[in-house]
């Protein structure tokens, strides 16, 4: 692989990205390939400065300057991570993407017209875009219950997940909204399965698009 292969996992808060992540590309590496695995936001040193302003509850910011400040984590994350791994041909697992900000300020929000976010989104991200995106659809209850439960710097959740179940509900209306539209780079996984079942079919899927990229 060349020019490397780009997956990203998508959903709601608590779904399980990052744990599918960890075993997508620890499975990978058993078999040989390099792998970078990261995550948005906070994925470079300046990401993890700007995530803090983002998620913290004490820090109340206006929608238009959360908005730059993912553009402006997202662009640190693609030149800094991202595009060096494509380029030295390594499988990059990404936690979140631009598709995040297209559902959370664009669909659940309605900050700006969708086809303005996508542009500015797509200029963060020099225009590179994932192979495959994996989302995790789990019921935003369940999502949300399970990310303020767990053990974080903001007891009571973070600030975007301190926004209640109807953003979440919108969260999930939208990216799936996104999956239809887009059914061939989107692969939606059902919650009622187990971390292993979901485990494994992310691989196979992951193993049969590596192998039509090569060909």
Aim: neutral net charge.
């Amino acid at each position: 692989m060349r020019n490397g292969f780009f997956i990203v996992f998508e959903g709601a808060d608590g779904s399980g990205k990052s744990t599918q992540a960890e075993v997508l590309s620890s499975r990978l590496k058993g078999e040989g390939y390099r792998c970078c695995v990261t995550e948005e936001p906070g994925g470079t040193e300046v990401g993890a400065l700007l995530r803090d302003i983002i998620l913290d509850p004490g820090k109340q910011i206006s929608q238009r300057t959360e908005l730059f400040l993912f553009l402006a984590d997202r662009a640190e994350h693609v030149n800094k991570i991202i595009k060096p791994s494509l380029d030295e041909g390594q499988v990059v697992v990404s936690s979140r993407y631009f598709y995040s900000t297209l559902v959370y300020q664009g669909f659940a929000r309605r900050l700006l017209p969708l086809p303005l976010l996508q542009r500015l989104n797509l200029f963060a991200v020099e225009d590179i875009v994932p192979n495959v995106i994996f989302y995790l659809d789990v019921h935003p209850e369940d999502g949300l219950e399970k990310a303020t439960g767990r053990s974080s710097n903001y007891e009571g959740g973070d600030r975007i997940e301190r926004e209640g179940i109807e953003l979440q509900r919108r969260v999930r209306k939208s990216y799936l909204s996104l999956a239809r539209r887009h059914k061939r780079q989107w692969v939606v996984l059902q919650p009622e399965r187990s971390i292993e079942d979901i485990g494994e079919l992310v691989y196979r899927e992951t193993k049969r698009r590596i192998g039509d990229d090569r060909d």
